[in-house]
């Protein structure tokens, strides 16, 4: 899709497809295990971690709290995420025998299912009016699961997917990348958290103590680029109470180790191993290229994970075209 002379990965967030483009409602692809390989040559998984490695360079040395430009299209997009959490607020849990899975998320979720694409078409202008299926399909999945009622990795993924179709449509553009992180990424997780905390969801496919976090992954990796070549925050103070409290306004990776603490009693290194081991390494840029690494063995590569991704004209299942 890219001409010869542009540069990847940068091109994955400035792809508009022609008018005359067919869109259509994403599928499942991968069903069984030797599907996966299928997968990993797809332009979609080329163009979904070039998206993700495109806002990790955007992001890099960067606080939350920093200047930057906030389009249209971003406020569409936080107002949408506030929506959602209104709803919340709108549908409180119900009393049950059982402590997890609170069925009231089958309610606030019935709203999403049913409105997604009147949202969607809020963020996306008139004239492409046609993708509003497609993509909203994505916003749909990025939630939990309304028969499981968990939430994990896949759901964060299709979160990410949907926020890269937005960018293949132009609705999102190039300078929009740290809004993109900062502004419309940490509110939906925000709004993660809190579906996380009122329904006590499941973590969808956990591996417990030896997964890095219950629920999600990308904003370790956005996060720990944030503090690339930090003058005084090293990897080893993330575990340090003091310096997680006083800067996690700032940055999204102590964002998510306070909430870890705030959600799991015990010694942090019990019950987050994985991040306590991730403590000992001596720099942030390791750290974030090995949560890189970690994130493609652990997630887009696992059949668990990918076999609920769905594939459309955004985000073929087509092997990526050689240019």
């Not at 299912?113 to 009147?118: F, P």
Request: with cysteine; proline share 7%; aromatic share 10%.
């Amino acid at each position: 899709m890219a001409e010869s002379g542009r540069q990847p990965p940068s091109d994955s967030l400035e792809e508009t497809p022609p008018t005359t483009h067919n869109f259509m409602i994403p599928k499942k692809e991968i069903n069984t295990v030797p599907d996966m390989g299928k997968w990993k040559r797809s332009q979609a998984y080329a163009d979904y971690i070039g998206f993700i490695l495109t806002l990790n360079e955007g992001v890099k040395g960067k606080k939350l709290t920093c200047e930057y430009k906030v389009s249209e299209a971003i406020n569409k997009l936080v107002a949408l995420l506030n929506i959602l959490d209104r709803w919340i607020d709108e549908t409180p849990p119900m009393d049950q025998p059982s402590r997890f899975g609170n069925k009231a998320f089958r309610t606030w979720y019935a709203k999403l299912d049913q409105e997604a694409e009147n949202l969607v078409a809020t963020v996306v202008p008139s004239h492409l009016a046609a993708a509003v299926p497609e993509v909203a399909l994505y916003l749909k999945e990025s939630v939990g699961n309304p028969t499981r009622i968990d939430y994990g990795t896949g759901h964060e993924a299709a979160f990410a997917a949907f926020l890269c179709c937005l960018c293949k449509i132009g609705v999102l553009r190039v300078d929009d990348q740290m809004a993109i992180v900062f502004k419309v990424f940490n509110r939906y997780l925000e709004v993660m958290r809190k579906l996380q905390k009122t329904y006590r969801m499941e973590p969808a496919g956990s591996q417990g103590v030896w997964g890095l976090d219950d629920f999600q992954f990308l904003p370790f990796i956005w996060g720990s680029s944030q503090l690339i070549e930090h003058p005084c925050l090293e990897p080893r103070h993330f575990v340090d109470e003091k310096a997680v409290n006083e800067n996690h306004k700032d940055y999204m990776f102590l964002e998510c180790i306070l909430f870890i603490t705030e959600m799991k009693t015990g010694p942090f290194a019990e019950h987050s191993n994985q991040l306590w081991n991730i403590s000992a390494v001596p720099s942030w840029s390791k750290v974030n290229q090995g949560l890189i690494r970690m994130y493609k063995a652990e997630c887009l590569e696992k059949f668990p994970v990918i076999q609920h991704f769905k594939f459309g004209s955004l985000l073929p299942i087509q092997p990526v075209m050689s240019s």
